[in-house]
């Protein structure tokens, strides 16, 4: 098992930034993928981006490509989403998750563990 905490949530005004990061812990072996989602109320989770977590290779969604950055500390086991000119339509519940498989995948469904979530709101 995984598990997975986010922290660093928070209210932010618009073109602000915020930083979350996940602490990993249990059999962090496993994890290939790491991966950020979002969720607001009445819609489905959202990719956000993914790392591969024995590597540096990244993928992100349009919706924040060239806004937010995924980095990673190994030997903390620790994984951070760095979220620059923040909009209002990126206040979300912002979730981190763990794939034991590869490559990095768009679905919610391939990640096997997940964090508590950490909310997330941009204000206009």
């Known amino acids: 098992q995984v598990q997975l905490v986010e922290s660093g949530g928070g209210l932010v005004q618009a073109g602000g930034s915020l930083r979350l990061s996940c602490a990993a812990s249990g059999r962090t072996f496993s994890i290939y993928v790491m991966g950020w989602f979002r969720q607001v109320p009445g819609k489905e989770r959202e990719f956000v981006g993914g790392?591969?977590?024995?590597?540096?290779?990244?993928l992100y969604s349009d919706s924040v490509k060239g806004r937010f950055t995924i980095s990673g500390d190994n030997a903390k086991n620790i994984v951070y989403l760095q979220m620059n000119s923040l909009k209002p339509e990126d206040t979300a519940v912002y979730y981190c998750?763990?794939?034991?498989?590869?490559?990095?995948?768009?679905?919610?469904?391939?990640?096997?563990?997940w964090g508590q979530g950490t909310q997330v709101t941009v204000s206009p």
């Open positions: 998750a763990a794939d034991p498989r590869w490559p990095i995948s768009k679905s919610p469904g391939q990640y096997d563990y």
């Open positions: 790392m591969w977590w024995k590597g540096s290779s990244t």
